[in-house]
């Protein structure tokens, strides 16, 4: 079974610009997450799709952040003006409903923003 | 949010068992604990999680105090690969689904 594959694997752009995450979860999982590690920070939790839909969007930093997850499949994460404090790790993770916390993580995106 | 408390470094010999303590006293009667662990450069992985009984699988085994205020995570015979930093996880408020990490305790497992 594949697991969670996110794109790309590293990033590199310049304050101001725009990038695209993606995330191709466990197929069947209806559940998908996004988290970030910040330099030095702990991983926070970004928000919570059910199928198409947000659950929780709670963690979103500012509106500079947008997630779509179009036909409940792979989901992706856009940061539009791109700023140096946005630089870290992007995790996305997913689980099936009901596994309530199991997830299952992808290997992430590191994003540096110069 | 459920929050843990663990300390941030340990040592281990390759082959004993890693003790990997957790403080949770503010976790609720009906909230698990979740153990995963992040080995460098890599996503975290889940692990285990109980609520009151211990539990055992093929990773490792979770033992619950009887009042749920901590728990111990066990790596029965602790391998080189096992060097990771090990979270010890609350759920979030209100029945949400995000997992809470902190800074979580990174084992070093020595040859």
């Known amino acids: 079974e594949a697991g969670v594959t996110q794109f790309p694997s590293h990033s590199v752009i310049e304050k101001g610009q725009t990038v695209t995450l993606r995330c191709d979860p466990i197929?069947?999982?209806?559940?998908l997450y996004w988290y970030r590690r910040v330099m030095g920070k702990e991983i926070k939790f970004l928000l919570h799709?059910?199928?198409?839909?947000?659950?929780?969007e709670s963690g979103m930093p500012n509106n500079r952040f947008l997630a779509e997850r179009t036909g409940g499949t792979y989901s992706t994460l856009k940061v539009q003006p791109a700023e140096l404090e946005d630089s870290g790790v992007y995790f996305c993770?997913?689980?099936?409903?009901?596994?309530?916390?199991?997830?299952?993580f992808g290997p992430g995106t590191r994003l540096t923003v110069t | 949010d459920a929050k843990t408390t663990q300390p941030p470094s340990m040592d281990c010999a390759e082959g004993r068992a890693a003790n990997l303590p957790c403080n949770h006293s503010?976790?609720?009667?009906?909230?698990?604990v979740y153990w995963y662990r992040q080995i460098h450069s890599q996503g975290p992985q889940y692990i285990i999680h109980?609520?009151?009984n211990n539990e055992t699988n093929e990773m490792a085994s979770l033992i619950i105090t009887e009042d749920r205020k901590s728990s111990t995570l066990i790596l029965p015979h602790a391998t080189l690969r096992d060097t990771a930093v090990y979270y010890c996880?609350?759920?979030?408020?209100?029945?949400?689904?995000?997992?809470?990490f902190g800074k979580g305790t990174k084992l070093t497992v020595n040859p």
């Open positions: 993770a997913s689980s099936p409903l009901g596994l309530l916390h199991e997830q299952y």
């Open positions: 197929s069947g999982h209806d559940n």
């Open positions: 799709f059910v199928k198409e839909s947000k659950q929780d």
């Open positions: 503010t976790i609720s009667g009906n909230e698990y």
């Open positions: 109980g609520l009151k």
């Open positions: 996880i609350g759920p979030g408020q209100g029945g949400s689904e995000k997992l809470v």
